[in-house]
């Protein structure tokens, strides 16, 4: 099976832009989260997405948005990008039976 | 509230002996905890994991320990090898599919 992939793996914005990150979740995985890694904040859920539905959502500010489309693929959204939105965003899926996770790579964002 | 965090930063073991990796969580009513291994440049990576209703669990080359009276993970890696150099990280779920992941561990691997 193919792992999870994330596009783009790169990505350079200023301030005030709004970017868009896709993910393609591991062939029959339904469940797909979202995290940002940052050096200072670690690793920080931002979501998670089931067929379809937001099941449950970090402490993020409403910039930061999602959605999951019927072939699990999901994209996230940030608005009004700021500096300390800069940070490797990574992509899990799971299936629905099981808790264990696979991520993908991750989107490198840098906002100047 | 909730966290689970690590005992120390950085660890490093020499090549062909065990590493031991710590965690301390806070959560009780956490029933599920995973070990997650991040190289460089690549996303976390599944290691092992155990419920709330084993102390032990065993993989290849790696044991996970569970102490639910002191709330306390530990990650034990047998022989440890250069591919090992890794950051580590312990993580718990509760309900609701939330995964709160512990600051992390570098583990260097001397030769």
């Known amino acids: 099976k193919a792992g999870v992939t994330q596009t783009p793996r790169y990505l350079i914005k200023t301030r005030g832009q709004q970017v868009t990150l896709s993910c393609s979740p591991i062939?029959?995985?339904?469940?797909v989260s979202w995290y940002q890694q940052t050096p200072g904040q670690g690793l920080q859920f931002l979501f998670e997405?089931?067929?379809?539905?937001?099941?449950n959502k970090g402490n993020f500010p409403g910039r930061f948005s999602g959605r999951q489309f019927s072939n699990s693929r999901s994209e996230m959204n940030v608005s009004t990008l700021e500096l300390g939105d800069s940070a490797l965003y990574l992509c899990?899926?799971?299936?629905?039976?099981?808790?264990?996770?696979?991520f993908g790579p991750g989107t490198r964002l840098t906002v100047t | 509230g909730e966290s689970v965090g690590l005992h120390l930063p950085t660890l490093s073991v020499q090549e062909g002996d065990n590493s031991i990796i710590n965690c301390a969580y806070s959560?009780?009513?956490?029933?599920?905890f995973i070990w997650y291994k991040q190289e460089s440049g690549k996303g976390p990576q599944f290691i092992i994991d155990?419920?709330?209703?084993?102390d032990k669990r065993q993989g290849q080359r790696v044991t996970v320990l569970l102490n639910k009276t002191v709330k306390h993970l530990s990650l034990q890696i047998a022989a440890t090898q250069p591919g090992d150099s890794a950051v580590y990280f312990c993580?718990?779920?509760?309900?609701?599919?939330?995964?709160?992941f512990g600051a992390g561990t570098r583990l260097f691997v001397k030769a």
């Open positions: 993580a718990e779920r509760g309900g609701g599919f939330k995964t709160i």
């Open positions: 899990a899926s799971s299936s629905q039976s099981q808790l264990e996770q696979y």
């Open positions: 997405y089931f067929s379809e539905t937001q099941r």
């Open positions: 155990i419920r709330s209703n084993m």
């Open positions: 062939s029959g995985h339904r469940s």
């Open positions: 959560n009780s009513a956490s029933d599920y």
